[in-house]
């Protein structure tokens, strides 16, 4: 019991931190003058296991990540 409890906290924070990098990646997106193309392959392409790792393992968040991007390549 006490190691499934601390695998789920180990998750949990693998989802934060996988949440927080992801999100970060997205907002250079933003940036005037940024190479999107090199974010693309370099942050988000590179670590497209993380998203899918968040699709399982927190659905809700996976697609908060997924709405952000979409958001921000549409402008």
């Known amino acids: 019991k ?5 695998v789920v906290k ?8 996988s949440r927080e990098y992801l999100l ?11 190479n999107v193309r090199m974010i693309q392959i370099n942050s988000l392409l590179k670590y497209c296991d993380l998203h899918e790792f ?10 908060e990540v997924f709405g952000v991007y979409v958001e ?3 402008k």
Not at 24 to 34: D, E, G, S
């Open 2 to 6: 006490e190691m499934q409890n601390h």
């Open 10 to 17: 180990l998750r949990l924070m693998a989802v934060k931190r």
């Open 24 to 34: 970060q990646a997205i907002a250079q997106l933003r940036r005037p003058k940024t």
């Open 54 to 63: 968040l699709d399982e393992a927190h659905p809700t968040i996976a697609d």
């Open 72 to 74: 921000s390549m549409s």
